[in-house]
């Protein structure tokens, strides 16, 4: 059984630098494409950033492009999502997702519980 689980979520001043993690269990960490999503307060869950299973390709919402990086230790079955110059907008829970596949193709299959960004002013 597939096991995701976040952390580093908390409470920053805008502008400031956050980075999540997510830990995976009970599958082939590798061998799967690896995605973030979020969820803001009265919206729908949006993507935010994909990785391919090697971590060679990548993705990212317009909306977070060259200020959020996601990467991955697959030795440490872990995903990892370094977010900078954040903004009011960025606050949401984000959630880690496994997809079924080793490119980010069609919906995760797997989704953890997520974990809570704030951004203040």
């Known amino acids: 059984q597939v096991q995701l689980v976040e952390s580093g979520g908390g409470l920053v001043q805008a502008g400031g630098s956050l980075r999540v993690s997510c830990v995976a269990s009970?599958?082939?960490?590798?061998?799967?494409?690896m995605g973030w999503f979020r969820q803001a307060p009265g919206k729908e869950r949006e993507f935010v950033a994909a990785?391919?299973?090697?971590?060679?390709?990548?993705l990212y919402a317009n909306s977070v492009k060259g200020r959020f990086t996601v990467s991955r230790d697959n030795a440490k079955n872990t995903l990892y999502l370094q977010m900078n110059s954040l903004k009011l907008e960025d606050t949401a829970v984000y959630y880690c997702?496994?997809?079924?596949?080793?490119?980010?193709?069609?919906?995760?299959?797997?989704w953890g519980p997520g974990t809570q960004v704030t951004v203040s002013s």
């Open positions: 009970g599958r082939t960490f590798s061998n799967y494409a």
């Open positions: 997702a496994m997809y079924m596949t080793r490119v980010y193709s069609g919906s995760p299959g797997h």
């Open positions: 990785i391919t299973w090697l971590g060679s390709t990548t």
